[in-house]
């Protein structure tokens, strides 16, 4: 990352007024040089991994000859032309005047404002385009996939899950297709939540047409991130290429309705080895429509019901997130407490701790602390050790 700071943000780099402010003077100079790379046919996030890691920066890349190019591992005498090609393209000029048009930005992996949970995955793109808005607390994220054709049953079972699970401070993602990934997204929008859509297109082709107005939507209230070019259009292979992402932005990830050979599964089997939790919902046991999900359950993922068995499958954050509404998260099942509650699950700490100690922080009753640690205990929030000491549980 540049010492210039967040050089990725289209929104920062604007003038106050669009006159002018696609002028590509105005681009950094490290951006158009990633822009470059990224738009070479044929190289993916492995790929720009390797030469980044070989060369140090994107202009280091663009300047090697074919020579040194195919020292690279996966880098053949093709990909080193079309590589040294590439610095002669206006392909990454054009970009930029589109993510200024359009007010589009940037994110670039191991940044501030790139997603967290994707991040740590290995194939995660190294650059993002984005419409709307990642914020910190959407690393408490879920993904909702399943059928495009799908049923009644899954279409109000995805937006009931999408609901309840955004009502309780969780960000929905999907990948705004027809069916399951449509409804997900709705649920969380009618009751004010934050949902990410991640787009198999460009920012610029909207995919289905008929989510138009649900794509403009989901902007307002949380971001539609793609790993493509601005005005990429509909194809085969890029549907399940963009699944990883869903799966990588999530801490698990919900099938609600998939038959055998649904693109839903290549989702679940992406959190799999990215090491996300994997849920499914039942359907009836003769439905072809829910045959994908019975087999995941078969294999061991994990049945959920509602949203509290997600709360519960989620478990423990790797790290403490910070909540608008509720301070820091250390669990997803934190996000259903009280505020009585919490308050009080906030004077426990991660090592032993007194009794006297908590309840004098605490500041209210003695007996409304001792009943309250009794129901965090049962929610499985805090660990009760002899010597009257308490502790948070699952540390």
Same mark, same amino acid.
């Given at each position: 990352m540049s010492e210039t700071g967040d050089l990725f943000a289209a929104d920062e780099m604007l003038p106050g007024d669009a006159t002018g402010s696609s002028d590509v003077r105005n681009a950094p100079n490290e951006?158009?040089?990633?822009?470059?790379?990224?738009?070479?046919p044929g190289i993916g996030p492995r790929h720009l991994t390797s030469l980044l890691d070989y060369f140090g920066d994107p202009d280091a890349v663009l300047a090697a000859s074919i020579a040194d190019?195919?020292?690279?591992s996966?880098?053949?005498?093709?990909?080193?032309?079309?590589?040294?090609?590439?610095?002669?393209?206006?392909?990454?000029?054009?970009?930029?005047?589109?993510?200024?048009?359009?007010?589009?930005?940037?994110?670039?992996?191991?940044? +501030?404002d790139f997603p967290t949970n994707l991040d740590q995955v290995d194939d995660a793109p190294r650059l993002l385009r984005c419409r709307g808005e990642v914020l910190k607390q959407d690393d408490m994220a879920v993904a909702i996939v399943g059928a495009r054709r799908c049923t009644v049953y899954g279409q109000q079972q995805a937006e009931r899950l999408g609901r309840a699970l955004a009502m309780a401070g969780l960000t929905i993602v999907s990948g705004l297709a027809r069916g399951i990934d449509g409804a997900a997204h709705r649920g969380a929008l009618s009751v004010g939540g934050r949902t990410i859509a991640v787009s198999a297109t460009g920012l610029l082709e909207v995919y289905p047409p008929e989510h138009k107005d649900l794509t403009a939507q989901i902007a307002e209230s949380g971001?539609?991130?793609?790993?493509?070019?601005?005005?990429?259009?509909?194809?085969?292979?890029?549907?399940?290429?963009?699944?990883?992402?869903?799966s990588g932005l999530s801490l698990g990830v919900i099938i609600v309705e998939a038959n055998r050979k649904s693109?839903?599964?290549?989702?679940?089997?992406?959190?799999? =080895?990215?090491?996300?939790?994997?849920?499914?919902?039942?359907?009836?046991?003769?439905?072809?429509?829910?045959?994908?999900?019975?087999?995941?359950?078969?294999?061991?993922?994990?049945?959920?019901?509602? +949203?509290?068995?997600?709360?519960q499958a989620l478990g423990p954050l790797i790290e403490p997130v910070k909540s608008e509404d509720k301070?820091?998260?250390?669990s997803t099942r934190e996000l259903t407490l009280n505020d009585q509650e919490r308050a009080v699950l906030n004077c426990v700490?991660?090592?032993?701790?007194?009794?006297?100690?908590?309840?004098?922080?605490?500041?209210?009753?003695?007996?409304?602390?001792?009943?309250?640690?009794?129901?965090? =205990?049962?929610?499985?929030?805090?660990?009760?050790?002899?010597?009257?000491?308490?502790?948070?549980?699952?540390?």
């Open positions: 951006l158009l040089a990633h822009l470059r790379l990224s738009l070479v190019l195919e020292h690279v996966g880098i053949g005498p093709k990909l080193a032309m079309q590589i040294q090609a590439a610095k002669h393209s206006n392909a990454a000029e054009h970009e930029w005047r589109l993510a200024c048009e359009h007010r589009f930005r940037f994110l670039e992996r191991g940044s +501030a971001a539609i991130l793609s790993e493509n070019r601005f005005e990429q259009k509909p194809s085969a292979g890029l549907f399940p290429q963009r699944n990883r992402i869903i693109g839903a599964l290549h989702t679940a089997r992406h959190a799999n =080895e990215q090491g996300r939790e994997v849920m499914a919902l039942p359907g009836r046991v003769d439905s072809l429509a829910s045959e994908g999900c019975h087999n995941l359950i078969r294999d061991g993922a994990t049945l959920i019901r509602d +949203a509290d068995d997600v709360l301070g820091e998260v250390r700490h991660t090592d032993p701790r007194p009794i006297d100690e908590v309840i004098r922080e605490a500041g209210i009753e003695p007996s409304r602390v001792l009943a309250t640690l009794t129901v965090l =205990e049962m929610k499985r929030l805090v660990r009760r050790l002899p010597g009257g000491m308490y502790m948070r549980a699952g540390y």
